[in-house]
C-alpha cells in the first residue's frame, strides 16, 4: 500500500497505480480524452493534467501515465490545472472545431473563446484508434507516420491494408468523427450551446450554474443562519 | 527499381534476422537503393515479424530514410536558428527555384534532392548548404549556382572518363 495525499485527503493506493485511478477509486474525477480502460496509457491530450508537488516546486503532470509514489502529495484542481486544461481544449478545439467530443468538453469546461485559427483537420492525434486496434482488435493495420506537424495516422502507404478486418474499432473510439450538432451557429468555432441552454444539459456546479440558481452562490446551503440576525428578528416581534 | 530477394535477405542475415537490428537494415536497404522500396520493406516485416505499419513509422520517422527514390546528390539546407536569420530560407527559395523542385523532393532527372536541416552545429560559419557529405559555408545566393554547376559537372566528367 502507498499513501499519498490527494486533494488534502490521505489516500492509500495500490503498487502500481496511476493518480487518475487512484482518484477514481476515490470518486473523483478527473476528466480525460485519449485515456480508455481497455487500453495502454499514452497520455497525448494532457486533459488529464494534476498538480503535484508542495510549496514552489510543483509541477504538471498527465495522471493517466503518472504511477503513484510513498508521500506525493496531489492536486486535482488548482487554478494552474484548470487554466492548463481549458488551455488544452482550446488547442485541441482550433485543430478540430467540427468534433463533438470536443465542443462537448469546451462546454463542459467553460472554454468560450477560440484564440487560435480554426485548423479544421479530422485527426488529434490521441491514438485511440490507434492502440485499439493494435491491442483489442489485433489489427496493426492503421499507425502513426511522419514527425513534427506533419505527423498523421495512416495505413502503410496510405492504401487500404491488408491487416484491417474493416472491423471500425477505429471508428467506434475516435473522439473527433463524431460531427458536432447543429447548435445555434453551426458554423462559429465555439459552440457552447450546451452550456447557454437553460438549464444546462453539462454536469457543471460553478457557482453560477448551482442547481439552486442563486441560492447556492451566497454559500445558503452550507452556511448557518447567522445567530444575531434571529435576534434581531426576534426583537423586531417584541 | 526491381527489388532482388536476396540482397535484401542478406541484409537481414547479416543481423541474425534481429527485431532490434531494423533500423541498421533500414540503412542498409537505403544505402543500396537510395530509397526505401515497397516491397523491401513488406519482405522485411515478414522476416522479421514486425507489423508492416511499424517498419512505415520508423521508416517516416527519420529523415535519413526515403520512401520515394532520392537524387543523386542530396542537397541540404540548414534551417537552423542562426542559418535562419543569416538568410537560410532566400538559399532555399534560390534552389526551389534553380532546381524546379518544392524541398523535400527529387528532381526528374534524378540528379538532386533537396531537403532542410535545422542546425549542422557550425553555426559560426553560417548559412550551411551540405551537398552529399560536403560542406558549403557562407553561402549566399549568388553561389547556389556555382554549387550545383560543380555537381552537375562532375556528373559529365566522369561519364568521359567512361
Ligand atoms: S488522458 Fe491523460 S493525457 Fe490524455
Ligand atoms: S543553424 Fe545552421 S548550422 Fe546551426
Avoid at chain 1, 207 to 234: F, H, S
Wanted: hydrophobic share 35%.
Amino acid at each position: 500500500m502507498i499513501n499519498l495525499k490527494l486533494n488534502k485527503l490521505d489516500v492509500k493506493a495500490e503498487q502500481g497505480w496511476t493518480i487518475l485511478e487512484t482518484a477514481k477509486y476515490y470518486g473523483l474525477e478527473i476528466p480525460t480524452l485519449c485515456y480508455n480502460e481497455g487500453l495502454s496509457t499514452y497520455g497525448g491530450c494532457r486533459l488529464c493534467l494534476v498538480e503535484i508537488g508542495e510549496g514552489e516546486n510543483t509541477k504538471l503532470v498527465s495522471s493517466c501515465t503518472y504511477p503513484v509514489e510513498e508521500g506525493l502529495v496531489v492536486h486535482t484542481d488548482t487554478k494552474r490545472v484548470l487554466n492548463a486544461r481549458k488551455m488544452m481544449i482550446e488547442l485541441m478545439l482550433s485543430v478540430a472545431p467540427n468534433s463533438k467530443t470536443i465542443q462537448d468538453l469546451a462546454s463542459k469546461f467553460g472554454v468560450t473563446q477560440m484564440r487560435f485559427e480554426a485548423r479544421n483537420e479530422e485527426c488529434i492525434l490521441c491514438g485511440l484508434c490507434v492502440r485499439m486496434c493494435a491491442e483489442q482488435m489485433d489489427g496493426k493495420a492503421i499507425g502513426f507516420q511522419n514527425r513534427g506537424h506533419k505527423r498523421k495516422i495512416s495505413t502503410p502507404f496510405d492504401v487500404r491494408s491488408e491487416e484491417c478486418r474493416l472491423c471500425g474499432g477505429c471508428m467506434y473510439i475516435c473522439p473527433a468523427c463524431q460531427l458536432r450538432c447543429h447548435g445555434p451557429d453551426p458554423d462559429s468555432d465555439v459552440c457552447n450551446a450546451c452550456l447557454t441552454m437553460d438549464p444546462t444539459c453539462v454536469d457543471v456546479y460553478d457557482e453560477l450554474q448551482c442547481w439552486m440558481y442563486d441560492a447556492g452562490r451566497c454559500g445558503t446551503c452550507v452556511r448557518e443562519e447567522e445567530p444575531n440576525k434571529k435576534d434581531i428578528q426576534n426583537a423586531d416581534k417584541k | 527499381m526491381n527489388v532482388q530477394t536476396d540482397k535484401v535477405k542478406s541484409f537481414i542475415n547479416k543481423y541474425n534476422c534481429k527485431q532490434s537490428a531494423l533500423i541498421a537494415i533500414l540503412q542498409e536497404i537505403q544505402a543500396e537503393y537510395n530509397y526505401l522500396p515497397k516491397n523491401a520493406l513488406i519482405y522485411v516485416s515478414q522476416q522479421l515479424h514486425i507489423p508492416l505499419i511499424d517498419i512505415i513509422g520508423v521508416a517516416t520517422f527519420y529523415s535519413a530514410f526515403s520512401l520515394e527514390p532520392k537524387g543523386e546528390h542530396t542537397v541540404k539546407v540548414c534551417m537552423g536558428t542562426a542559418c535562419h536569420v543569416r538568410g537560410g530560407p532566400k538559399i532555399l527559395e534560390e534552389f526551389e527555384r534553380r532546381l524546379e523542385i518544392e524541398s523535400g523532393h527529387t528532381t526528374d532527372d534524378k540528379q538532386f534532392s533537396l531537403d532542410t536541416v535545422a542546425c549542422l552545429e557550425c553555426c559560426a560559419i553560417g548559412p550551411v548548404v551540405v551537398v552529399d557529405e560536403n560542406y558549403h559555408a557562407q553561402t549566399s545566393i549568388r553561389n547556389v549556382d556555382t554549387i550545383l554547376k560543380k555537381y552537375r559537372k562532375k556528373e559529365k566528367k566522369n561519364e568521359e572518363h567512361q
